[in-house]
């Protein structure tokens, strides 16, 4: 509805701004202000012709305004536009009448589970690649901020229109690895009496003790004697598979199912990394120097060149990396998404640069820099370290705090900004806990409608509203009116908190309501619309939650 009201406001300011003879003006911006002090929707096409004019922008706005008032009397939108003000230093904002907000909720009943959606993205294929945790240990709470960073936001993207996949990326090969290796036979060593030395850069967690033991088990070894036939590589292929189990199953339970699982060891073999340095070598891209092979990154905007093959005629991590990229753009994805922890922002500059070497934009390649989470359990920072083994598992969270619980805090902050994850706040059944406070809020709904139906008092409906005229009212229908702007700035910045904000803000103003307006009133009338009102919060936040993949539970 805000949509529609917007698009006919364009072209009534473009029909006002012919009393400019001659003017060729810019393209018409509308605007949804942040604070309903300066309305619903806001204008700053004074400000822009201020130049051409070589007027004051508060002039100029003064003499459009009346011109817009003159129009709206004729227009269809005179009876929901309540009035036009001018602000400095130039803005014309608008000002929705009752009767403004009544579509919204005749949006929300005609497009229900879909009110929100959009067709913005117009099916653009979008790759976004998460999580990718090497397969060296479980899944951390930082691979959880990930997780419900990258699940949410594919949910978005294909809420508005976008072809968005999720993709995890196994790196099965590699000194990591290795490393892996070499630590579970360390501990199947010890487990049998052998006396060794644990490798100093060793995976210390006691999980590797239990797939040590499992890996005997399955082999059926008993002595040394057995351990000795196992070649290095079964210690290393069996730890990826053990480890890959795991980490699915993680991530299964906590609502995150990926669409594509690629694999290094099949993606960027040797074959397919000589094919790309001889490509980029033909382009003028690779050089070589006292006996390594240096890919031009500073083309692009890197601080240096990168090795991609060092003089002993291994590659860097950053040469399977490339093929990597390259493999998913021949898939046909026209924008890449990878979303990575915070020690890996000096990476951004040599992907972007490769990106364009491959002859792609740089745009066409978002890195997303998902800042790490302090845990806190009973006021203490809980200390986490994967190689010493002592941290906290996205795994002890869930069962900690629960599904719900732990996807939605760890959405609570913007990924660029640290977050703080309280655990005993996140177990509150309190208005303090902001996941319960939604959920609470979509619950109370689900009673008051309950008790509606029991005691036959009325009915909500699905149009034709004309009582719905308190602050309150006014304001729960402009947050509502919201949805589908907060979804679409989600998609434009890759950014969901702004939708756990909005939810918070949503449920905020539904509550408000509810303290301050009789729903199951005497008058059935004012009644029937409190209930449509109230089905509609229920409706927002029920999508948004679904968003989140956060459950919306009836009860509480």
């Given at each position: 509805m805000f949509a529609d009201i917007r698009a006919q406001l364009q072209d009534l300011i473009v029909e006002a701004l012919k009393i400019f003879e001659g003017l060729n003006a810019p393209a018409v911006l509308i605007d949804l202000p942040s604070d309903k002090q300066f309305g619903e929707f806001t204008c700053n096409i004074a400000l822009q012709l201020s130049r051409l004019l070589k007027k004051n922008p508060l002039a100029i706005a003064g003499e459009i305004k009346p011109r817009l008032e003159e129009l709206l009397k004729t227009h269809p939108l005179g009876v929901q536009i309540a009035r036009i003000d001018v602000k400095a230093p130039g803005f014309i904002n608008f000002y929705l009448s009752p009767q403004g907000f009544y579509g919204v909720l005749d949006d929300v009943f005609r497009q229900k589970?879909?009110?929100?959606?959009?067709?913005?993205?117009?099916?653009?294929?979008?790759?976004?690649?998460?999580?990718?945790?090497?397969?060296?240990g479980p899944l951390t709470v930082a691979h959880g901020r990930q997780a419900a960073v990258?699940?949410?936001?594919?949910?978005?993207?294909?809420?508005?229109?976008?072809?968005?996949?999720?993709?995890?990326?196994?790196?099965?090969?590699?000194?990591?690895?290795?490393?892996?290796g070499r630590s579970i036979k360390a501990r199947a060593q010890q487990i049998l009496g052998i006396t060794v030395a644990f490798p100093e850069d060793g995976y210390q967690g006691d999980y590797i003790r239990t797939m040590a033991q499992a890996f005997m088990d399955a082999q059926g070894i008993k002595t040394a004697a057995d351990l000795d036939k196992q070649p290095d590589s079964a210690f290393r292929q069996f730890g990826v598979k053990y480890l890959m189990d795991l980490i699915e199953k993680d991530l299964e339970d906590f609502g995150v199912h990926f669409d594509i699982w690629s694999y290094q060891s099949k993606i960027a073999g040797i074959k397919a990394i000589e094919a790309l340095l001889a490509e980029l070598k033909s382009k003028g891209y690779i050089y070589e120097n006292e006996g390594a092979w240096w890919f031009k990154s500073t083309l692009w905007g890197d601080d240096k060149d990168r090795v991609v093959r060092k003089s002993d005629g291994q590659y860097t991590y950053l040469t399977p990396d490339i093929v990597y990229h390259k493999d998913k753009f021949a898939r046909g994805f026209e924008r890449i998404v990878n979303i990575l922890g915070p020690d890996h922002h000096g990476y951004i500059p040599r992907i972007k640069a490769a990106a364009a070497a491959l002859g792609h934009s740089k745009d066409d390649l978002d890195i997303l820099i998902v800042q790490l989470a302090t845990i806190y359990r009973n006021g203490k920072e809980v200390s986490m370290s994967t190689r010493r083994g002592e941290f906290i598992s996205l795994r002890e969270v869930m069962d900690?705090?629960?599904?719900?619980?732990?996807?939605?805090?760890?959405?609570?902050?913007?990924?660029?900004?640290?977050?703080?994850?309280?655990?005993?706040?996140?177990?509150?059944?309190?208005?303090?806990?902001?996941?319960?406070?939604?959920?609470?809020?979509?619950?109370?709904i689900h009673s008051i409608i309950r008790k509606a139906q029991e005691e036959s008092h009325c009915s909500f409906k699905t149009t034709d509203f004309k009582l719905l005229q308190q602050p309150e009212e006014i304001d729960l229908m402009r947050k509502l009116g919201l949805m589908p702007d907060i979804l679409i700035g989600c998609a434009k910045s890759l950014e969901p908190?702004?939708?756990?904000?909005?939810?918070q803000e949503v449920a905020a103003a539904f509550h408000k309501f509810y303290d301050s307006c009789r729903v199951l009133d005497e008058n059935k009338e004012l009644s029937s619309e409190r209930l449509s009102l109230i089905e509609a919060a229920r409706t927002v936040l029920g999508n948004g939650l679904k968003l989140l993949g956060v459950s919306a539970p009836e009860k509480m």
């Amino acid at each position: 509805m805000f949509a529609d009201i917007r698009a006919q406001l364009q072209d009534l300011i473009v029909e006002a701004l012919k009393i400019f003879e001659g003017l060729n003006a810019p393209a018409v911006l509308i605007d949804l202000p942040s604070d309903k002090q300066f309305g619903e929707f806001t204008c700053n096409i004074a400000l822009q012709l201020s130049r051409l004019l070589k007027k004051n922008p508060l002039a100029i706005a003064g003499e459009i305004k009346p011109r817009l008032e003159e129009l709206l009397k004729t227009h269809p939108l005179g009876v929901q536009i309540a009035r036009i003000d001018v602000k400095a230093p130039g803005f014309i904002n608008f000002y929705l009448s009752p009767q403004g907000f009544y579509g919204v909720l005749d949006d929300v009943f005609r497009q229900k589970e879909d009110y929100g959606r959009s067709n913005f993205g117009g099916n653009k294929k979008f790759c976004l690649e998460f999580v990718s945790a090497n397969p060296t240990g479980p899944l951390t709470v930082a691979h959880g901020r990930q997780a419900a960073v990258g699940d949410t936001l594919v949910n978005i993207l294909l809420a508005v229109g976008f072809d968005a996949k999720r993709e995890y990326y196994v790196n099965d090969e590699g000194n990591q690895i290795n490393i892996l290796g070499r630590s579970i036979k360390a501990r199947a060593q010890q487990i049998l009496g052998i006396t060794v030395a644990f490798p100093e850069d060793g995976y210390q967690g006691d999980y590797i003790r239990t797939m040590a033991q499992a890996f005997m088990d399955a082999q059926g070894i008993k002595t040394a004697a057995d351990l000795d036939k196992q070649p290095d590589s079964a210690f290393r292929q069996f730890g990826v598979k053990y480890l890959m189990d795991l980490i699915e199953k993680d991530l299964e339970d906590f609502g995150v199912h990926f669409d594509i699982w690629s694999y290094q060891s099949k993606i960027a073999g040797i074959k397919a990394i000589e094919a790309l340095l001889a490509e980029l070598k033909s382009k003028g891209y690779i050089y070589e120097n006292e006996g390594a092979w240096w890919f031009k990154s500073t083309l692009w905007g890197d601080d240096k060149d990168r090795v991609v093959r060092k003089s002993d005629g291994q590659y860097t991590y950053l040469t399977p990396d490339i093929v990597y990229h390259k493999d998913k753009f021949a898939r046909g994805f026209e924008r890449i998404v990878n979303i990575l922890g915070p020690d890996h922002h000096g990476y951004i500059p040599r992907i972007k640069a490769a990106a364009a070497a491959l002859g792609h934009s740089k745009d066409d390649l978002d890195i997303l820099i998902v800042q790490l989470a302090t845990i806190y359990r009973n006021g203490k920072e809980v200390s986490m370290s994967t190689r010493r083994g002592e941290f906290i598992s996205l795994r002890e969270v869930m069962d900690e705090v629960g599904r719900d619980a732990g996807r939605f805090f760890f959405l609570m902050r913007q990924t660029n900004a640290h977050l703080e994850f309280d655990l005993e706040l996140a177990k509150k059944q309190t208005p303090e806990n902001p996941v319960y406070y939604i959920q609470y809020a979509y619950a109370r709904i689900h009673s008051i409608i309950r008790k509606a139906q029991e005691e036959s008092h009325c009915s909500f409906k699905t149009t034709d509203f004309k009582l719905l005229q308190q602050p309150e009212e006014i304001d729960l229908m402009r947050k509502l009116g919201l949805m589908p702007d907060i979804l679409i700035g989600c998609a434009k910045s890759l950014e969901p908190f702004s939708l756990v904000r909005y939810l918070q803000e949503v449920a905020a103003a539904f509550h408000k309501f509810y303290d301050s307006c009789r729903v199951l009133d005497e008058n059935k009338e004012l009644s029937s619309e409190r209930l449509s009102l109230i089905e509609a919060a229920r409706t927002v936040l029920g999508n948004g939650l679904k968003l989140l993949g956060v459950s919306a539970p009836e009860k509480m």
